[in-house]
């Protein structure tokens, strides 16, 4: 059932079929935007109900925060529906590797040695090989979790040639008062340097923006799902 937000509002599966528009129409004129770029509804304090919403309006990619709330939505949602790809995105603490590589399909906020090493060691375990990416700081924020940029050579060389891990991309949160264009471009060109192919940044702000920058993965939630009060 389709919910609505209010009088006006649109419903889920039509903000879903905007932005989708959007994106298409952010890569006219754009000469670093990648031929693809995959939209990853962040459900982070979304019901299952409203994810199972936006399942039926054609959205099959998801991202969360917590491993614990993932654990308490998902199963459930995997068995129900086994094309749907669900990506961690918060930051990742070694004592709950066990359960990130169970169940995620992907996981995009690798940024220490110490948790390479714990995934590492989990994934030989099960024999279960979740995408990985490397979360960069690239606001060299505090309280942010990630990699700095300076440690960023490092930490890839190790995860993908030592590890030997499916390392895939980089991922980034710009710093919430800055324009995030340099962001953007500074993972792009940490990326590249690497060859690694995907882009996961650009938010309800400015995936718009993050696309023509060179975006593969924007992750939007409150432009798609309306508000977090789910939870
Ligand atoms: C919440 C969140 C998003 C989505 O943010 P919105 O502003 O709701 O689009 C994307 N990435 C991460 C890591 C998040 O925590």
Redesign the pocket.
């Known amino acids: 059932m389709e919910k609505n937000y209010g009088f006006f509002e649109k419903t889920l599966g039509e903000r879903l079929k905007d932005i989708e528009t959007r994106i298409r129409r952010a890569k006219i004129d754009a000469p670093l935007a990648p031929a693809h770029t995959q939209l ?1 509804g ?1 459900s ?1 304090m979304q019901t299952a109900e409203t994810i199972r919403e936006a399942i039926a309006a054609g959205l099959n990619w998801f ?1 969360e ?1 917590r491993v614990q709330e993932a654990e308490e939505k998902w199963p459930v949602l995997k068995a129900e529906f086994p094309q749907v790809k669900l990506h961690l ?2 930051p990742l603490q070694t004592n709950k590797v066990k359960d990130a590589v169970r169940l995620f399909d992907g996981i ?2 690798i940024d220490r040695i110490k948790l390479a090493d714990a995934l590492a060691d989990e994934m030989q375990k099960r024999n279960r090989r979740p995408d990985c990416f490397i979360q960069i700081n690239t606001g060299e924020e505090k309280q942010k979790s990630g990699a700095l940029p300076q440690d960023a050579d490092a930490l890839i060389a190790y995860v993908r040639d030592e590890l030997k891990l499916p390392l895939k991309g980089l ?1 980034c ?1 710009p710093p919430e008062r800055d324009y995030p264009a340099a962001h953007f471009a500074l993972l792009r060109k940490i990326a590249s340097a690497h060859g690694l192919d995907e882009l996961s940044m650009g ?3 400015d ?1 718009e923006l993050a696309t023509r920058m060179g975006a593969t993965i924007v ?7 309306g508000s ?1 009060d789910g939870k």
Do not use: E, H, P
């Open positions: 990853m962040a982070k991202g925060n995105l918060g995009q906020s991922m949160i938010m309800s702000g995936y992750r939007v939630g409150l432009a798609l799902f977090r």
